[in-house]
């Protein structure tokens, strides 16, 4: 992976949500999830790129990101999400 091209640590920071984007594929997908541990990551649901708003701020985002937060929650309860500094402190 392509720090801050094929994988994207979402804002807010705290809420522990990940994005993986499709660079060759078309339609272009995301893909939203959240590490477990370094180099785990757990991926609940994808949209296409043209289902969201352009740059990644608006509510269908908001959506997205808050579906990971409460599967997260669901299906891990009690789990925190893993949390790092800098972006091979998840992908080592």
Avoid: C
């Amino acid at each position: 992976m392509i720090e801050n091209e094929d994988m994207k640590h979402l804002d807010p920071y705290d809420k522990e949500v990940w994005t993986i984007r499709s660079l060759q594929v078309q339609p272009k997908v995301r893909l939203f999830g959240w590490f477990i541990r370094p180099r785990q990551f757990v991926v609940i649901h994808g949209k296409r790129r043209d289902d969201l708003e352009r740059g990644p701020r608006g509510p269908k985002w908001d959506r997205a990101m808050q579906k990971v937060v409460t599967a997260r929650s669901q299906l891990f309860p009690g789990v925190v999400p893993y949390s790092g500094y800098t972006f091979s402190d998840y992908v080592g």
